[in-house]
């Protein structure tokens, strides 16, 4: 479990990680994909259990997260496996699972 000091490092670098997403930064957001990814199919198949739906409910995640870029925030952090995840707030997830 990592201490306090490491969350603390790696929350703000999860801030700077998403004001180079609202700024555009195409880099930034696949560092954000490549990260998140695994996590949010893994919790869509939870809730769908289908691969395909689950791989379209997150395909459509990380669509809304770029097409609302500007105004996406990072709120809190949930613990995973012992690291934090930063909770995407506006993500969709929500509302493409009850679109299946």
């Not at 195409?26 to 809730?47: C, N």
């Not at 105004?71 to 909770?87: A, D, M, V, Y």
Request: hydrophobic share 35%; charged share 30%.
């Amino acid at each position: 479990m990592p201490n306090k000091s490491q969350v603390q490092v790696e929350e703000r670098a999860d801030r700077e990680l998403f004001a180079r997403i609202r700024q555009g930064n195409e880099q930034a957001f696949r560092t954000l994909f490549d990260r998140f990814y695994q996590f949010l199919l893994t919790v869509a198949y939870g809730i769908l259990r289908d691969t395909e739906s689950a791989t379209d409910v997150v395909q459509e995640v990380f669509f809304q997260i770029w097409q609302k870029r500007e105004t996406i925030e990072l709120r809190s952090c949930l613990p995973e496996k012992g690291h934090h995840q930063p909770q995407l707030e506006s993500s969709q997830l929500p509302k493409a699972v009850r679109l299946r």
